[in-house]
């Protein structure tokens, strides 16, 4: 298969992509030549998105059933379906001294148990053709635990033992799995943000680089370089390192 053949021509379902990443990526992806389907919860922003040159189903990854039918939407109106892009998030800044139970629920509901949603809906059949990709975002902020990130940090270092657990099964199975893991870029979810956010990217060279490393037929993509190997280095680095630096570091939600 040559690199043009990982995008071109190929059938993407982007999961997620009403605005943020999942919506330049989108916009990205069909440029280069791929076909693709667009979902989120709401359908305007979807349509704009696709300026008619997409397929929008619009869902609620929190709902089970409306995942799993909109996956038999979009494989049908695709004629198949090649790549699933998981886009979606939720971020909200947490104070773990103000311990905020329905705020790390939220975070758990869309970032992991719509994740498991849409894995559900998708992962049997490309199990059973005997091919596929998977690509899911997550983001550095799952690599070491930060003050502030608590609820993100925790569910983003879900996702990334998930995706690395479900390459080892699947691969076997002739399915493919990408771990995409941004820094700080530019869109509606970081715009709330009132902290410093190093090395900033806008979302249109996210999904440059995201587009890029596809193609590239690469397992991982993180992006940008400084932050990413400022953070691959903070994975080595001792707790007791680690927690003396961040707690120095402080908390922006005492700010």
Not at 48 to 74: H, I, K, N, W, Y
Not at 90 to 109: C, L
Not at 207 to 216: F, H, K, P, Q, S
Request: with cysteine; net charge negative; proline share 4%.
């Amino acid at each position: 298969m040559s690199n043009d053949d990982v995008v071109n021509g190929r059938r993407f379902w982007l999961v997620g992509a009403s605005s943020g990443i999942g919506a330049a990526l989108a916009r990205e992806l069909r440029a280069r030549g791929a076909h693709v389907a667009i979902s989120a919860r709401k359908a305007e922003d979807l349509h704009e998105v696709a300026g008619g040159d997409m397929v929008v189903v619009p869902l609620d990854a929190t709902d089970r059933q409306a995942v799993s039918a909109a996956e038999g939407e979009v494989r049908a109106a695709l004629g198949g379906l090649d790549t699933v892009v998981w886009c979606a998030g939720y971020w909200e800044q947490f104070d773990a001294a103000r311990w905020d139970a329905d705020s790390f629920q939220r975070h758990v509901e869309v970032n992991l148990l719509g994740l498991n949603n849409v894995l559900a809906a998708v992962v049997p059949p490309m199990v059973d053709a005997g091919h596929g990709h998977l690509v899911g975002i997550a983001s550095v902020a799952g690599y070491r635990g930060l003050a502030g990130a608590e609820a993100y940090g925790a569910t983003k270092a879900a996702q990334i033992n998930l995706l690395e657990g479900l390459r080892a099964a699947l691969r076997r199975h002739g399915v493919r799995v990408t771990t995409v893991c941004p820094g700080f870029v530019r869109t509606p979810m970081t715009d709330t943000n009132d902290f410093p956010m190093p090395f900033m990217v806008e979302a249109e060279e996210a999904a440059r680089t995201i587009a890029d490393g596809l193609e590239a037929q690469r397992t991982e993509i993180v992006f940008p370089l400084p932050m990413a190997i400022m953070m691959k280095v903070a994975r080595v680095v001792p707790v007791r390192v680690w927690s003396a630096i961040t707690t120095r570091i402080g908390n922006p939600a005492d700010g």
